[in-house]
């Protein structure tokens, strides 16, 4: 039977943080809990950094040191072996986005394929994550998405992202690393589902490596996961499926209305956590088939986890199931799922200061935005305080 109070113990949740640790996540999260002062102060930190301010000291040691591992790879080793006392193993995830140019893209493979080396000597990190318009241009995945035809040049491209996509799974199977990669804007995530499908036919034949990412708040996704499961059954590979709720949700509505077309997002909250625990409920019972990386900070879909686990006699340290999330987020969820003996990841970001901020920024737009979600971290940062007080 799963204890319902699991996620109240905030001495297990917190054990790694010290007072002060403490003091500032309880002030960050005081602050993020006002959508004023985040706009405020997104603008200003913004208007520093083009300036050439000198705020990198200030980030570094307030909102980036609580929500990311360092920048570079070397940076996160004593974050990354913090975790891993607790049982919590690290998922480096290179945050710099918005890049346009094939030395960039080329960069970011190199990058990654330097974090699946990394990987291999460390038990703590067994996962690798990387954003398809990392690897290349987003344009290229719309117009494949809406069944345009390429020039000549853009074929020429677009088989250079496939090439940098082989390259990462080759060696993410060579070295037995899992290779998690993001979902993003529904007008061109087609394109990147059918790239990774591919992915998985090759490298996912024997074990899940190469796991796509399910967007549960898209009303579709369901039957798109079944469908899969199907073709992987008569073609002989294994599915592999991060599931989240989704991180898009404003942009995708504004513009399935100004261009007219059906929103492909569930309309309510409701819908979006129903398609969300559907989804769940339908790997868990075809596990065999099926590997899932459940990425949520709910700690209702968490629950139910665990406890479609027991009813299936799935042990708590089958590979095919890991818990996921953030770091500097839901501690109260990751540590006493890792106490309790599941495999669990933090999502550690990484990058430079200023190259990092644009991620920054959404984590604190998303939590101010998610109803709930900082009153909880504030309401368990409190108890903690309170206790260690007693």
Not at 128 to 133: E, G, L, Q
Not at 180 to 193: F, N, P, R
């Given at each position: 039977?799963i204890?319902?109070?699991?996620?109240e113990?905030?001495?297990?949740?917190f054990?790694?943080?010290s007072?002060?640790?403490?003091?500032?996540?309880?002030?960050?999260?005081?602050?993020?809990?006002?959508?004023?002062?985040?706009?405020?102060?997104?603008?200003a930190?913004?208007?520093a950094?083009?300036?050439n301010?000198?705020?990198?000291?200030?980030?570094?040691?307030?909102?980036?040191?609580h929500f990311?591992?360092?920048?570079?790879?070397e940076?996160?080793?004593?974050?990354?072996?913090?975790?891993?006392?607790?049982?919590?193993?690290?998922?480096?995830?290179?945050s710099?986005?918005?890049?346009?140019?094939?030395?960039?893209?080329?960069?970011?493979?190199k990058?990654?394929l330097?974090?699946?080396?990394?990987c291999?000597e460390?038990?703590?990190?067994?996962i690798?994550?990387?954003?398809?318009?990392g690897?290349?241009?987003?344009?290229?995945y719309?117009k494949?998405?809406?069944?345009?035809?390429?020039?000549?040049?853009?074929?020429?491209?677009?088989?250079?992202?496939e090439?940098?996509?082989?390259?990462?799974?080759?060696?993410?199977?060579?070295?037995?690393?899992?290779v998690?990669?993001?979902?993003?804007?529904?007008?061109?995530?087609?394109?990147?589902?059918e790239?990774c499908?591919?992915?998985?036919?090759?490298?996912?034949?024997?074990?899940p490596?190469?796991?796509?990412?399910?967007?549960?708040?898209?009303?579709?996704?369901?039957?798109?996961?079944?469908d899969l499961?199907?073709?992987?059954?008569?073609?002989g590979?294994?599915?592999g499926?991060?599931?989240?709720?989704?991180?898009?949700?404003?942009k995708?509505?504004?513009?399935?209305?100004?261009?007219?077309?059906?929103?492909p997002?569930?309309?309510?909250k409701?819908?979006?956590?129903?398609?969300?625990?559907?989804?769940?409920?339908?790997?868990?019972?075809?596990?065999?088939?099926?590997?899932?990386?459940i990425?949520?900070?709910?700690?209702?879909?968490n629950?139910?986890?665990?406890?479609?686990m027991?009813s299936?006699?799935?042990?708590?340290t089958?590979?095919?199931v890991?818990?996921?999330?953030?770091?500097?987020?839901?501690?109260?969820?990751?540590?006493?799922?890792?106490?309790?003996?599941?495999n669990?990841?933090?999502?550690?970001?990484?990058?430079?200061?200023?190259?990092?901020?644009?991620?920054?920024?959404?984590?604190?737009?998303?939590?101010?935005s998610?109803?709930?979600?900082?009153?909880?971290?504030?309401?368990?940062l409190?108890?903690?305080?309170?206790?260690?007080?007693l």
């Open positions: 039977m204890e319902r109070s699991l996620f113990n905030t001495e297990t949740a054990a790694l943080k007072d002060s640790d403490l003091e500032r996540a309880y002030f960050l999260f005081k602050m993020i809990s006002s959508q004023p002062l985040v706009r405020i102060g997104t603008a930190t913004n208007f950094l083009k300036a301010l000198p705020v990198e000291g200030l980030i570094r040691s307030t909102v980036f040191d990311c591992g360092g920048v570079n790879e940076d996160c080793l004593p974050v990354i072996d913090k975790l891993f006392t607790k049982g919590v193993s690290s998922v480096l995830d290179y710099v986005e918005g890049k346009e140019t094939e030395v960039q893209f080329d960069n970011a493979v990058k990654i330097k974090i699946i080396e990394f291999d460390r038990q703590a990190m067994p690798v994550v990387f954003k398809p318009t690897f290349g241009r987003f344009y290229l719309q494949k998405t809406e069944r345009q035809a390429f020039t000549v040049q853009e074929q020429v491209e677009w088989e250079r992202i090439q940098r996509f082989k390259a990462v799974c080759e060696l993410a199977k060579a070295k037995d690393v899992e998690l990669i993001d979902g993003e804007e529904s007008w061109m995530q087609d394109a990147a589902d790239l499908e591919k992915m998985m036919r090759i490298y996912n034949t024997e074990k490596i190469v796991y796509n990412t399910l967007q549960c708040y898209r009303w579709d996704r369901l039957d798109y996961l079944k499961h199907n073709r992987a059954l008569q073609n590979f294994k599915v499926m991060k599931i989240v709720r989704g991180a898009y949700m404003e995708e509505r504004l513009r399935a209305e100004e261009k007219g077309y059906k929103s997002i569930c309309e309510t409701l819908a979006t956590d129903n398609n969300f625990n559907a989804a769940l409920s339908y790997i868990l019972n075809h596990i065999n088939d099926i590997a899932v990386f990425g949520t900070h709910n700690e209702e879909s629950y139910l986890a665990m406890e479609l027991e299936r006699g799935i042990d708590k089958h590979n095919n890991w818990f996921g999330q953030l770091y500097g987020m839901s501690d109260h969820i990751s540590y006493n799922l890792a106490e309790e003996g599941y669990v990841a933090k999502y550690i970001p990484f990058g430079p200061v200023k190259d990092v901020m644009p991620y920054l920024i959404r984590r604190a737009e998303e939590n101010t998610v109803a709930g979600q900082t009153s909880r971290e504030l309401s368990l409190k108890a903690e305080k309170l206790r260690r007080k």
